[in-house]
T-cell receptor, first 111, second 114 residues
C-alpha cells in the first residue's frame, strides 16, 4: 500500500486567502504530481516534479505554484483563492514515470 | 480524437456476472497501461497494470491488451456490489499525451446490481 499523505483533507476558505495544500510521501519516490478533479469529471494534471528543485506545469492552466525542496514533500500553493478553485486536489507519486500512487485528496471549497 | 477513450456509462451488471470495461488509445507506440478504481469521493486506486499483449490475471480481475487493435480491457469476474465504482484507464502514450506522458481516460461508471 502506498504511503502518501495529504493535509488538510477538507478546507473551506474565503475568497482572496492564501492556501497551501500539503503532500508528503515516505516511499522515496522521485516523481510527484498534482491533479485536479471535479466531481464526476476526469483528472487534470496541474503540476509535476521529477526530483528536488524540479517542477513543471501540467496540461491544465493553473494559478497555483509548487515547490520541491525535499524529495518527500511537494506542497501546492494558491496565492489568492477564488470560487473557481473549488475542486478536489489529488497528489500522486511514482518511482518511475508510471504507475501513479494517489494520496487521499484534499477537498477545497472557496466561498 | 481523444487520446484515451472510455465509454462513460453507467454500465449496469447483475451481481455475479462478468463486467467488461473497454479502453481505446490513439498511439501505437504506447507501452504501459493501467486500470484504476475510484469510489465516489475517493482517490484513484491502482488495481492492474499490463505491458505486453495478452491477458494478465489478478484474482477476479483480468486485464487484456491488444496493441494491434489499440485497446485494453478489464474484466471483473463474479461481480460484487463493492465493485461499483468508476474505472479509469491510463496509458503511457508513445508520443504526445499529457505533459508527463501518462494520459487518463474519463472513466467508466460501473454499477453492480444486487
Amino acid at each position: 500500500e502506498a504511503d502518501i499523505y495529504q493535509t488538510p483533507r477538507y478546507l473551506v476558505i474565503g475568497t482572496g486567502k492564501k492556501i497551501t495544500l500539503e503532500c508528503s510521501q515516505t516511499m522515496g519516490h522521485d516523481k510527484m504530481y498534482w491533479y485536479q478533479q471535479d466531481p464526476g469529471m476526469e483528472l487534470h494534471l496541474i503540476h509535476y516534479s521529477y526530483g528536488v528543485n524540479s517542477t513543471e506545469k501540467g496540461d491544465l492552466s493553473s494559478e497555483s505554484t509548487v515547490s520541491r525542496i525535499r524529495t518527500e514533500h511537494f506542497p501546492l500553493t494558491l496565492e489568492s483563492a477564488r470560487p473557481s478553485h473549488t475542486s478536489q486536489y489529488l497528489c500522486a507519486s511514482s518511482l518511475t514515470a508510471d504507475p501513479r500512487y494517489f494520496g487521499p485528496g484534499t477537498r477545497l471549497l472557496v466561498l | 480524437q481523444k487520446e484515451v477513450e472510455q465509454n462513460s456509462g453507467p454500465l449496469s451488471v447483475p451481481e455475479g456476472a462478468i463486467a467488461s470495461l473497454n479502453c481505446t488509445y490513439s498511439d501505437r507506440g504506447s507501452q504501459s497501461f493501467f486500470w484504476y478504481r475510484q469510489y465516489s469521493g475517493k482517490s484513484p486506486e491502482l488495481i492492474m497494470s499490463i505491458y505486453s499483449n495478452g491477458d494478465k490475471e489478478d484474482g477476479r480481475f483480468t486485464a487484456q491488451l491488444n496493441k494491434a487493435s489499440q485497446y485494453v480491457s478489464l474484466l471483473i469476474r463474479d461481480s460484487q456490489p463493492s465493485d461499483s465504482a468508476t474505472y479509469l484507464c491510463a496509458v503511457k502514450l508513445g508520443s504526445g499525451g499529457g505533459a508527463d506522458g501518462l494520459t487518463f481516460g474519463k472513466g467508466t461508471h460501473l454499477i453492480i446490481q444486487p
